[in-house]
């Protein structure tokens, strides 16, 4: 392959003002990522000190193989919903190794609000479950919750249902299911061991019930404590939901790396088409800070994104001179061959017809892709319409929904409208998504929308034969602008799960590497082959 040649200096003011511009970006993200790691804060961490309990953090790390990494996936889950009282929607979720097997690894934070679930907790536990069951990756839960926060019992009935159901048929299909609990485990979450195929208690301190002792006080008249209701001594030794009864929370955490190490969960050897060896790129991904610029209406070419997360900064591209806002080509990173599509500029319908041909070459040889978003759209306009726009950008997005090769999207820079769904946005299914801190995403920008508001109202006025509000409607653009300024902002964005996380630009390559890693446990090489709507031709 050909080593991309970088034409970046790293030396000029427009490169200065583009790092420091992303360096501020980035120190808000980590000052964010800090706070939700403080969970409960101060008084949640005494608490659990003068209990004895090891903190959520502390759990993950005793249970994680040490110095390998764990990709914390969405960490900014709610944030700025509920009042800021459920920081990462009080689960650290993510994917890490425990006794040298790939884990997708759920932590209950009881530091605030006791762990409670809110409809963000079941919205990420289910995406969670959707990366286990797409990657086939053994779960492990640290249990420890109150339960359903019952002020928003409404968004939560149905959607807790979902994800025991989801537990049996991970169960079902041989991806095992381990449950290691630590405190309280009550009502539906007494379900989360229940369903498990592995459950560790902690002696003295673990309990799980259907109904707590009020419930049953209420219900039935009897008075009960805790322990003798559903602590771990009477489960280990009368209903046997416990099959294994640990001293502490590092006990616990011990058989838990035992069991992980006898779930013999192995790549298919069919696909093993990883490379022997991987190489850094011949670029410093940390010069990734220097490449966006801090104007986002300036264009960049994203061969200097390319050059800075694939081996050795080799790219061998595909129709370099056909549609050439569209970047295709063949790549590897850490060793794992891959197709990536990035964008230079808008979409036409050579770039739609291109990157269609592209995915189906991919889908063929079997080869993952990479989507890189930096896209505002498809070309508007009536000599476009008339060329076939419409179909030849459908053929693309037929291309990316129906593809079954394991895709990834990492979003760049701004990725409106149909753009987007046409480089793999969220409503299509990527493996995983990531975006960077200065991404933006909506249905359009805000100053387009409001634009075409203003038109739409101006219009519809002369149809009544009156004169258009001129002041009505720039109050109307007016809010339509800082409505779709905060709606685009990526906190909003990741806050709702429309990304698997926000990712410092220089962290890229390794969140990429992690998910390509764990797509390989299923064998998509021998297995899957592609099939495709009708494309119009």
């Not at 790390?61 to 944030?79: K, M, Q, V």
Request: charged residues 20%; glycine residues 10%; negative net charge.
């Amino acid at each position: 392959m050909d080593q991309l040649k970088s034409t970046l200096n790293t030396r000029s003011e427009e490169y200065k003002t583009n790092r420091a511009a992303m360096l501020e970006l980035v120190e808000t993200l980590e000052e964010r990522q800090a706070q939700v790691r403080a969970g409960g804060g101060e008084r949640g961490a005494k608490k659990f000190s003068d209990q004895g309990k090891l903190l959520p953090r502390e759990r993950l790390e005793l249970l994680l193989d040490p110095g390998t990494p764990f990709l914390e996936l969405s960490p900014l889950a709610a944030w700025g919903l509920y009042n800021d009282e459920a920081p990462a929607a009080l689960q650290i979720i993510g994917i890490g190794v425990v006794s040298g097997v790939e884990c997708l690894i759920s932590v209950n934070d009881a530091t605030a609000k006791g762990g409670a679930v809110y409809p963000m907790s079941l919205q990420k536990t289910l995406r969670a479950q959707a990366i286990a069951a797409e990657n086939r990756l053994p779960c492990i839960t640290c249990v420890e919750s109150a339960g359903a926060n019952l002020l928003y019992q409404d968004e939560i009935f149905i959607l807790g249902g979902r994800t025991f159901a989801n537990q049996a048929r991970l169960s079902a299909a041989g991806i095992p299911q381990v449950a290691l609990v630590f405190g309280s485990s009550t009502a539906g979450g007494a379900y989360v061991p229940g369903m498990s195929d592995y459950t560790v208690f902690v002696r003295g301190k673990a309990t799980a019930y259907l109904g707590g002792p009020p419930l049953v006080k209420m219900a039935i008249g009897e008075e009960v404590d805790d322990e003798t209701l559903g602590g771990a001594e009477m489960h280990a030794q009368v209903s046997g939901l416990s099959d294994y009864l640990a001293e502490d929370d590092a006990d616990a955490l011990r058989i838990g790396r035992f069991i992980a190490s006898q779930l013999h969960q192995q790549k298919p050897h069919a696909c093993l088409n990883r490379r022997q060896t991987s190489r850094e790129p011949a670029y410093d991904p940390d010069e990734l800070l220097g490449v966006i610029p801090a104007d986002p209406r300036v264009p960049f070419d994203i061969r200097e994104v390319v050059a800075r997360l694939v081996d050795g900064s080799e790219f061998f591209e595909f129709k370099p001179e056909y549609g050439p806002t569209l970047v295709t080509g063949h790549a590897v990173i850490n060793g794992w061959p891959v197709g990536i599509l990035g964008n230079n500029g808008i979409l036409f319908s050579e770039c739609a017809n291109k990157a269609a041909q592209f995915i189906q070459l991919c889908n063929q040889s079997r080869t993952p892709l990479i989507y890189l978003q930096n896209i505002t759209g498809f070309m508007v306009g009536t000599q476009y319409e008339r060329g076939g726009i419409i179909k030849h950008g459908s053929q693309m997005i037929n291309a990316v929904a129906t593809s079954s090769v394991p895709q990834f999207s990492v979003i760049v820079g701004g990725s409106y409208g149909a753009g987007n769904y046409a480089m793999c946005g969220r409503s299509y299914d990527p493996r995983f998504l990531w975006s960077w801190p200065n991404s933006r995403v909506a249905v359009m920008g805000g100053e387009q929308a409001a634009g075409v508001l203003g038109i739409v109202q101006e219009a519809a006025a002369k149809r009544r034969g009156a004169a258009p509000d001129k002041t009505t409607i720039e109050a109307m653009q007016m809010m339509t602008r800082q409505k779709f300024e905060q709606e685009s902002d990526p906190y909003y964005a990741t806050a709702r799960l429309w990304d698997d996380g926000i990712i410092d630009p220089r962290d890229t390559r390794r969140a990429l590497s992690v998910g390509l890693s764990v797509a390989h446990n299923v064998d998509f090489i021998t297995s899957g082959q592609p099939h495709y709507g009708v494309f119009r031709m």
